[in-house]
């Protein structure tokens, strides 16, 4: 079964990290880019950043000014999002995707998110 | 940033009813549109992609077109799992951007 866990999140403190992570299987994850999006409490989906094959290749959106980092680990079959100087618009769930392999982005398999809480 | 405006932003309907979800793209996005279902509490669920191609399993009900700048989302015959909230997303260029959502409720 083709599958995308995420870990990471938690209640964090304005000014601090954290490391999320996704865990793929069930799927040739190597083929695929990976993507996150998140959504902020009754909000709607806001789309942040994807990571290319062999994880030289990135996109970010236009918000994360260098905050946010996307990497993998290609023999972990994982894909993580580093963010840095947490503030409380960053509280949202954020979701993994299974992104294009070639061609126009299309995200058909999705993780059931984990929930990133900045506040003090 | 290519900026999607989705109208309206909810709608209420009846079970069977038709009603159409309007996506507009901020420059030319082509065809390059997909459309996402989303349930409260759940992940979002891929519907179309490339403006009118419906995925793998998703009802004949749902239907997409346009192109350019505007697109529209329809659904035929409303059944009672299709109230949820739906987002456009234009794939053109990163960064892909998704429109409001629009949330359809029962009336």
């Known amino acids: 079964e083709e599958q995308l866990v995420e870990s990471g999140g938690g209640l964090v403190q304005p000014g601090g990290s954290l490391r999320l992570s996704c865990a793929a299987s069930g799927f040739t994850f190597t083929s695929h880019w990976m993507a996150w999006v998140r959504q902020a409490p009754g909000k709607g989906l806001e789309w942040v950043a994807n990571v290319g094959q062999d994880g030289t290749k990135k996109n970010y959106a236009d918000f994360v000014n260098g905050r946010l980092t996307i990497s993998r680990d290609n023999a972990r079959n994982s894909v993580y999002l580093q963010i840095y100087s947490l503030r409380p618009e960053d509280t949202a769930v954020y979701f993994c995707a299974r992104d294009k392999i070639v061609g126009p982005s299309q995200y058909h398999l999705w993780g059931q998110g984990t929930l990133v809480t900045v506040s003090s | ?107």
């Open chain 2, 1 to 107: 940033d290519i900026q999607m405006t989705q109208s309206p932003s909810s709608l209420s309907a009846s079970v069977g009813d038709r009603i159409t979800i309007t996506c507009r793209a901020s420059q030319n996005i082509d065809k390059y549109l997909n459309w996402y279902q989303q349930k409260p509490g759940k992940a979002p669920k891929f519907l179309i992609y490339d403006t009118s191609n419906l995925q793998s399993g998703v009802p004949s009900r749902f239907s997409g077109s346009g192109s350019e700048t505007h697109f529209t989302l329809t659904i035929d015959n409303l059944a009672p799992e299709d109230f949820a909230t739906y987002y456009c997303q234009q794939s053109l260029t990163a960064p892909l951007t998704f429109g409001g959502g629009t949330k359809v409720e029962i009336k």
